[in-house]
């Protein structure tokens, strides 16, 4: 039997490999505390965001591509910020789509030794070593969410974004699935959930499935239009923030 190769190897297995010197406990959270400060300092003063999660797979002929794509103009069009991992597949795609029709584009990387390189239609762009900040940023400045099909990637930041919705932790900002087809899977297992107790009836409908992008759209602007008035931030020169 060949061995199993890895598919996407960590930069650096620090914050998963046991106690180690509190020295180098210190420096790790040392590093930890600077790249929040940097990922704060860089994105505070974005204009509200919606973000696209998706696969890094899919190539630009691709439907799910074409439809990030499609997503990231319809995003620029409402006025907000597109938001994403920065890397290629559905990332790219919806960096594009807003990138190409005069909207704001910006993502959040993270550093790995293959596959997640930064996207060449973002305006800005932030890379970080670890995975938990990097969803900390992608939900922290975001009014809605898209999930485009993908991996476990994708399903780490679909399933984190349902919990804290669940839990209160965030409010119950617009959630959308698109591709019915292709979590037409997951819907049974969340209705297996269901079935034996371990969420309610009630959870199904913190997000909405559909392959319309119109109504995903239009599910996303009546939620914000009902729920929030959006303010700018004020710059404050004594922290040395830029005008």
């Known amino acids: ?14 914050y998963l490999d046991g106690p180690k010197p509190r020295i180098n406990e210190f420096i790790f959270a040392w590093d930890v505390f600077k790249q929040f400060i940097k990922g704060f300092r860089t994105l505070h003063f974005l204009d509200p965001c919606i973000t696209v999660f998706g696969s890094a797979r899919f190539t630009q002929d691709h439907p799910y591509y074409i439809a990030a794509r499609e997503f990231g103009k319809q995003i620029a ?14 990332m790219e795609a919806a960096n594009r789509g807003a990138f190409e029709n005069n909207g704001t584009s910006v993502g959040c990387n993270i550093q790995l030794p293959f596959e997640q390189h930064p996207n060449p239609y973002m305006h800005k762009w932030i890379t970080f070593n670890y995975f938990f900040i990097r969803k900390v940023m992608l939900v922290k ?11 476990f990637g994708t399903m780490d930041e679909l399933f984190e974004t349902l919990t804290l919705a669940q839990t209160k932790v965030i409010n119950n900002f617009p959630i959308v699935l698109f591709g019915k087809e292709y979590y037409t899977p997951l819907m049974l297992a969340i209705d297996t959930m269901i079935d034996k107790g371990t969420i309610s009836a009630a959870d199904k409908k913190m997000f909405l499935l559909t392959d319309d992008i119109g109504e995903a759209m239009q599910f996303i602007q009546s939620y914000i239009k009902q729920n929030y008035l959006v303010k700018p931030r004020k710059r404050l020169w004594w922290l040395f923030e830029k005008r």
């Open 77 to 90: 069009a409402l006025g907000f910020t597109t938001m994403t991992g920065g890397g290629p597949g559905i």
């Open 1 to 14: 039997m060949n061995p199993i190769e890895r598919i996407i190897p960590a930069r650096e297995p620090v």
């Open 141 to 151: 400045y975001s009014y809605a969410f898209i999930i485009m099909p993908g991996g």
